[in-house]
């Protein structure tokens, strides 16, 4: 158990840096442009700040790392990342070495996970799923306060796998499913309909016009028969495959994260269509928007460098 614990967050385009002093609190110190093409530039900038904002703090202190990617429990190598510096690398075991002090790596959706459970909107609860519905759809799992990482590091990831179902139908009219190709090399996954680019989609598929993720939202609440039938047809697109995974991990709350975790009243009808198909029915809300919608990396991972480091 660490007294104090560096932390960061690193993003295809921002390095956000934060010191944490006490458990569930952060205070971020500074954010850099992330050195993309260079793994020496990277040492560089992350020894830059812990010189910078950690100068009365022991050389044992851990650094632990929220980033986009995902890392193999197995062998600690980062795949699927954005940022060709880190391609092939051990983040954590290869930092370790370059900064001489502990340091843990994980996803952002694993750490907004992490986040929620230890110190945010799923406090005490047994069972934390985090769903994010940002650019594509994610997601990471805690059980009693542990992230579960699981072969491949892929534990959570439930945006991919294709959806069953073929065709909607919405007030007696039935629509046809589009059926993508995913970066995954599946066809028809979730992660291409189910967040705010797969609200668009669906959008653009159902009425040949383009709008973005808020104006769709906003036009719903507004009443616009459109943005409605778009709302719709995305609420039980991503309902179905969510109940699915309620019913497999029984967790007690699921977390809201990424961009359309704001729209309170979007996640609202959506917990709504979710508790409608699951199995064991829940008189509370199950799903709600987090806490740390932005900080979910830095405050997760500070509690895993306080776990791990
Ligand atoms: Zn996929």
């Given at each position: 158990?660490?007294?104090?614990?560096f932390?960061?967050?690193?993003?295809?385009?921002?390095?956000?840096?934060?010191?944490?002093?006490?458990?569930?609190?952060?205070?971020?110190?500074?954010?850099?442009?992330?050195?993309?093409?260079?793994?020496?530039?990277?040492?560089?900038?992350?020894?830059?700040?812990?010189t910078?904002?950690?100068?009365?703090?022991?050389?044992?202190t851990?650094?632990?790392?929220?980033?986009?990617?995902?890392?193999?429990?197995?062998?600690?190598?980062?795949?699927?990342?954005?940022?060709?510096?880190?391609?092939?690398?051990?983040?954590?075991?290869?930092?370790?070495?370059?900064l001489?002090?502990?340091?843990?790596?994980?996803?952002?959706?694993?750490?907004?996970?992490?986040?929620?459970?230890?110190a945010?909107?799923?406090?005490?609860?047994?069972?934390?799923?985090?769903?994010?519905?940002?650019?594509?759809?994610?997601?990471?799992?805690?059980?009693?306060?542990?992230?579960?990482?699981?072969?491949?590091?892929?534990?959570?990831?439930?945006?991919?796998?294709?959806?069953?179902?073929?065709?909607?139908?919405?007030?007696?009219?039935?629509?046809?499913?589009?059926?993508?190709?995913c970066?995954?090399?599946?066809?028809?996954?979730?992660?291409?309909?189910?967040?705010?680019r797969?609200?668009?989609?669906?959008?653009?598929?159902?009425?040949?016009?383009?709008?973005?993720?808020?104006?769709?939202?906003t036009?719903?609440?507004?009443?616009?028969?459109?943005?409605?039938?778009?709302?719709?047809?995305?609420?039980?697109?991503?309902?179905?495959?969510?109940?699915?995974?309620?019913?497999?991990?029984?967790?007690?709350?699921?977390?809201?994260?990424?961009?359309?975790?704001?729209?309170?009243?979007?996640?609202?009808?959506?917990?709504?269509?979710?508790?409608?198909?699951?199995?064991?029915r829940?008189?509370?809300?199950?799903?709600?928007?987090?806490k740390?919608?932005?900080?979910?990396?830095?405050?997760?991972?500070?509690?895993?460098?306080?776990?791990?480091?």
């Open positions: 158990m660490s007294s104090a614990v932390c960061a967050d690193i993003g295809g385009s921002f390095i956000k840096f934060g010191v944490s002093r006490a458990s569930g609190e952060v205070e971020e110190c500074g954010k850099v442009p992330t050195p993309v093409a260079s793994w020496d530039a990277f040492v560089a900038a992350m020894q830059n700040f812990i910078l904002y950690g100068a009365d703090l022991p050389s044992s851990p650094l632990a790392i929220s980033t986009a990617g995902l890392v193999s429990p197995q062998t600690g190598e980062l795949l699927a990342t954005n940022i060709p510096a880190f391609t092939g690398r051990s983040l954590a075991k290869d930092l370790s070495t370059a001489n002090r502990p340091v843990t790596a994980a996803n952002d959706a694993d750490c907004f996970a992490l986040a929620e459970a230890h945010g909107n799923a406090q005490h609860q047994p069972i934390v799923v985090a769903i994010i519905l940002g650019t594509g759809v994610g997601g990471g799992l805690v059980i009693n306060g542990q992230l579960v990482r699981g072969h491949g590091g892929v534990t959570g990831e439930w945006g991919h796998g294709a959806i069953t179902r073929t065709e909607l139908n919405i007030e007696g009219k039935t629509y046809l499913v589009p059926r993508l190709k970066a995954c090399g599946q066809t028809g996954c979730l992660d291409k309909l189910g967040a705010a797969g609200m668009e989609r669906l959008h653009q598929h159902f009425h040949q016009r383009a709008a973005s993720s808020l104006e769709i939202v036009g719903w609440q507004a009443g616009d028969s459109t943005c409605g039938l778009t709302v719709r047809a995305w609420l039980q697109l991503v309902a179905e495959p969510l109940a699915l995974l309620v019913n497999i991990l029984g967790p007690s709350k699921i977390i809201a994260g990424g961009g359309l975790a704001s729209a309170t009243e979007l996640i609202a009808a959506l917990d709504l269509a979710l508790r409608e198909r699951v199995l064991h829940y008189a509370a809300p199950l799903l709600i928007p987090g740390f919608l932005t900080e979910g990396g830095l405050v997760g991972a500070s509690v895993m460098g306080r776990i791990e480091g």
